[in-house]
């Protein structure tokens, strides 16, 4: 998604539905828009080398990130109220929960970031049933059937949105590092979304700050090149080309999981 994003804002011309997604969440006065994007995006292809292994190595390193899938280094002290991340060996910012997010980022000076995927997301995401562009196109009016992901963010998809929610909420914590520059969520939760991010285009403090405009670009730009674009609402306006299966994870839109997290799970975020 990055690299498709610098590809198209580098293009001469731009392309008219790169402009068209400019105008609709990046369009304040005088914002200099494409040069603001591919500077946040250059930075984030820096992580395009994945390391596993020994994470001692980058602990010095403050470009890096490192990605968990588990909470069990955070750890309790006597000596300060928050909980300690024993791995980076720095206090945790206790704001950063897997009570209402599918992942979350801390951000350490002079140390590498941290992006946590919530163990209960990743559950989700590898439990889901439908996962192909098919599948998402036949369902389309299934969106709203259970609420769920309206319960768990707060918030009222779109289906650009959904399309490979995984990649795209990846790529949003991304925007939190210090390579992405350190993107907020501007207003919260009111920063998500399509819709959200339509509110605040016009506005060159919000738009430029907030992670989920820059993840949607993205997301937008790479399911151009897989021959689908989007409207004004943020839903697709033409099916693909050829049929194409398996691409990447559609999300955890409502009525498309199978029914893993039951009442229990659910009702941690009620």
Not at 128 to 143: F, G
Not at 160 to 175: G, P, Q, T, V
Not at 236 to 262: E, H
Request: charged share 25%; net charge neutral; aromatic share 10%.
């Amino acid at each position: 998604m990055a690299s498709a994003t610098v590809n198209a804002v580098q293009a001469e011309p731009l392309d008219p539905y790169t402009t068209f997604l400019f105008a609709q969440l990046f369009n304040p006065p005088n914002g200099n828009a494409r040069e603001k994007i591919q500077e946040k995006f250059q930075g984030i292809l820096s992580y395009r080398e994945e390391k596993t292994g020994d994470i001692l190595p980058l602990l010095s390193v403050s470009n890096e990130v490192v990605i968990f899938c588990d909470e069990k280094r955070l750890e309790k002290v006597d000596w300060h109220e928050d909980l300690f991340d024993s791995v980076i060996k720095d206090l945790h910012n206790m704001q950063n929960d897997c009570i209402n997010a599918f992942m979350w980022t801390d951000v350490f000076e002079n140390k590498p970031d941290a992006i946590q995927i919530c163990p209960w997301f990743l559950q989700y995401v590898k439990s889901k049933k439908y996962r192909t562009v098919k599948d998402i196109t036949s369902i389309r009016a299934m969106l709203a059937v259970a609420g769920l992901d309206k319960l768990l963010t707060k918030m009222i998809y779109r289906p650009i949105d959904l399309l490979s929610l995984w990649d795209k909420c990846m790529l949003h914590e991304m925007m939190h590092t210090k390579p992405g520059s350190s993107k907020k969520d501007i207003e919260g939760f009111s920063g998500y979304g399509w819709k959200n991010c339509k509110k605040i285009s016009t506005e060159a403090d919000k738009c430029f700050d907030n992670a989920d405009s820059f993840a949607i670009l993205a997301s937008a730009l790479y399911w151009k090149i897989q021959g689908r674009e989007i409207d004004s609402d943020g839903k697709f306006t033409n099916p693909p080309a050829v049929q194409q299966s398996n691409i990447g994870f559609v999300g955890s839109g409502a009525g498309r999981g199978t029914d893993t997290m039951k009442n229990d799970a659910a009702k941690r975020f009620m």
